[in-house]
């Protein structure tokens, strides 16, 4: 990817100036954060994330009754 420090608008305009000007670039910078996204956000880690909260919001309300 390519990183700035928070808060630099001259270093991420410079940034996304070199993506637009660079496509091979931002071709692998985008396949990367694809790839990145769908090994993190998938179907069953959703599942069982959800699973989670619900079983948690249940526990902490059957411990208040």
Do not use: K, N, Q, W
């Not at 070199?18 to 985008?30: E, K, Q, S, T, W």
């Not at 954060?33 to 993190?40: D, N, Y």
């Not at 959703?46 to 309300?61: K, L, P, Q, T």
């Amino acid at each position: 990817g390519v990183l700035v420090d928070p808060g630099d608008v001259p270093a991420l305009s410079a940034a996304m100036e070199r993506l637009v000007a660079d496509r091979p670039l931002a071709h692998r910078v985008g396949e990367a954060a694809r790839a990145a996204f769908l090994a993190r956000f998938t179907l069953e880690r959703f599942r069982a994330d959800v699973g989670r909260i619900y079983r948690e919001a249940i526990e902490s309300r059957c411990a208040v009754s």
